[in-house]
């Protein structure tokens, strides 16, 4: 089980960090990463903390101002971001992916990962 927690109200130009703990199980070897739902809109993907140490993908969109980390410990994902706009504001969900796919993971593709956290609501006011 994933929980996602750290959203809330910012400005434009401000910052929050979210977090996704897993619960209920050990992990022995995943990759966990984030997606974003707007008003009206599909759910996309943010960022991912791949299997290999240092492994991490972005969107075109939050490159350079988002930041992904994890702590293999907890079995937990982050997420720094700065420089928030306007058009972040939506509800972030974490998700997991246990092994690696034959043929590597289509990141955007929702059907191939394992869970999903709750989401947590970010709201970037202009």
């Known amino acids: 089980q994933l929980q996602a927690f750290g959203g809330g109200l910012v400005q434009a130009g401000g910052s929050l960090r979210l977090s996704c703990a897993a619960s209920g199980r050990t992990f022995a070897n995943y990759a966990m990463g984030w997606f974003r739902q707007a008003p009206g809109k599909e759910r996309e993907f943010v960022a991912l903390?791949?299997?290999?140490?240092?492994?991490?993908f972005y969107s075109d969109s939050v490159k350079g101002r988002f930041t992904i980390s994890r702590d293999n410990g907890k079995i937990a994902v982050f997420l720094q971001m700065n420089s928030l706009k306007p058009e972040d504001t939506a509800i972030y969900f974490c998700a997991v992916r246990m092994e690696r796919p034959v043929g590597g993971l289509d990141i955007n593709n929702l059907n191939q990962y394992d869970g999903w956290g709750q989401g947590t609501l970010v709201t970037v006011s202009s």
């Open positions: 903390f791949g299997w290999s140490r240092g492994s991490t």
